[in-house]
C-alpha cells in the first residue's frame, strides 16, 4: 500500500516557475514507477510525466517537453516535478500517481494522491 501527498502548487505569473512535491508513504515506493497528470476544469485527466523505479528513464508529454522535469529521491521517498516557463495553459489540478508499470495510461496507476492546484496567470 502507497500513500501519496502533493505538494507545492499555488499562484504563478506566466514564465515563472514552481516546483511540485509528492511523498509517499509505505516502504515499497522504490519498486514502483510514478507518473504525474493533470486535469483542467472541463477537460479529462492528462499525462504530464513519468519516471522509472531508479529514476533511470523518464517520459514526457509533447506540451512539456524542454520546460518541465521528473526526478526522484527514493531515500526521501519523494517524486518531483519541476515545472519552468509556466504557460496559463499548464493551469490545472496536478495529480502524482504510482504504479507498477511506467507510461502515459492512467489506469495504469495504482495509488493516486489529492491533487494540488496550478494556476498560472497570463
Known amino acids: 500500500q502507497v500513500q501519496l501527498v502533493e505538494s507545492g502548487g499555488g499562484l504563478v505569473q506566466a514564465g515563472g516557475s514552481l516546483r511540485l512535491s509528492c511523498a509517499a508513504s509505505?516502504?515499497?515506493?522504490?519498486?514502483?514507477?510514478m507518473g504525474w497528470f493533470r486535469q483542467a476544469p472541463g477537460k479529462e485527466r492528462e499525462f504530464v510525466a513519468a519516471?522509472?523505479?531508479?529514476?533511470?528513464?523518464?517520459y514526457y508529454t509533447n506540451s512539456v517537453k524542454g520546460r518541465f522535469t521528473i526526478s526522484r529521491d527514493n531515500a526521501k521517498k519523494t517524486v518531483y516535478l519541476q515545472m519552468n516557463s509556466l504557460k496559463a495553459e499548464d493551469t490545472a489540478v496536478y495529480y502524482c500517481?504510482?504504479?507498477?508499470?511506467?507510461?502515459?495510461?492512467?489506469?495504469?496507476?495504482?495509488?493516486w494522491g489529492q491533487g494540488t492546484q496550478v494556476t498560472v496567470s497570463s
Open positions: 519516471i522509472n523505479w531508479n529514476g533511470g528513464s523518464t
Open positions: 500517481a504510482a504504479g507498477r508499470i511506467w507510461d502515459r495510461i492512467a489506469g495504469s496507476y495504482d495509488y
Open positions: 509505505g516502504r515499497t515506493f522504490s519498486s514502483y514507477a
